[in-house]
T-cell receptor, first 109, second 116 residues
Framework: GIQVEQSPPDLILQEGANSTLRCNFS?????LQWFHQNPWGQLINLFY?????KQNGRLSATTVATERYSLLYISSSQTTDSGVYFC???????????WGAGTKLIIKP | GAGVSQSPRYKVAKRGQDVALRCDPI?????LFWYQQALGQGPEFLTY????????KSGLPSDRFFAERPEGSVSTLKIQRTQQEDSAVYLC??????????????FGDGTRLSIL
């Protein structure tokens, strides 16, 4: 089945810094979603982005489907950005979301 | 409601007890998914419904796990004779229609299950 790899596994930044999180996947996908899981365990939809680029405030994402990767950009980080960022893909052969292991982000004040 | 609602938010049970977890999907969403998330890991697929039909239960870890969605809306995940390894967060997601793809999945806040 599809493999999803996220990097880096951990990231510690000062408030105000920018960051780039990467998601690689091993096969063609129908869609790709980025999620933020906050320290209280809530999973928040950030982007639904099977291809192209989207922006939402300080966050943006780009998926290059032909090269099988996606990037999540966080600019001017805030402490509330802390948590785990997951990339999940839906394969062409079924509808299940296959998840990466996540990037744990800590933003220090 | 506006989002996927799960209850209870937390559940503590003794080993061997049966538990039932509830999921109210977004109104009108055809597809419903259950995932299990162990501590420090990403969610893993358990089962999938399209309306009332359970189309895939390949992710259920044992026959102690049972899910239903009798009227194509609310779903219940039941775990019988719970074991300590069942301790996890159980997440429910719904989408407008994932069978033909192109629809994002929206997640509830999860039920954190602890088996003592």
């Amino acid at each position: 089945g599809i493999q999803v790899e996220q990097s880096p596994p951990d990231l510690i930044l000062q408030e105000g810094a920018n960051s780039t999180l990467r998601c690689n996947f091993s096969d063609s996908v129908n869609n790709l979603q980025w999620f933020h899981q906050n320290p209280w365990g809530q999973l928040i939809n950030l982007f639904y982005i099977p291809s192209g680029t989207k922006q939402n405030g300080r966050l943006s994402a780009t998926t290059v489907a032909t090269e099988r990767y996606s990037l999540l950009y966080i600019s001017s980080s805030q402490t509330t950005d802390s948590g785990v960022y997951f990339c999940a893909v839906e394969s062409r052969s079924n509808y299940q979301l296959i998840w990466g292991a996540g990037t744990k982000l800590i933003i220090k004040p | 409601g506006a989002g996927v609602s799960q209850s209870p938010r937390y559940k503590v049970a003794k080993r061997g007890q049966d538990v039932a977890l509830r999921c109210d999907p977004i109104s009108g969403h055809v597809s419903l998914f259950w995932y299990q998330q162990a501590l420090g890991q990403g969610p893993e697929f358990l089962t999938y419904f399209q309306n009332e039909a359970q189309l895939d239960k390949s992710g259920l870890p044992s026959d102690r796990f049972f899910a239903e969605r009798p009227e194509g809306s609310v779903s219940t995940l039941k775990i019988q004779r719970t074991q300590q390894e069942d301790s996890a967060v159980y997440l429910c997601a719904s989408s407008l229609n994932s069978f033909y793809s192109n629809q994002p999945q929206h997640f509830g806040d999860g039920t954190r299950l602890s088996i003592l």
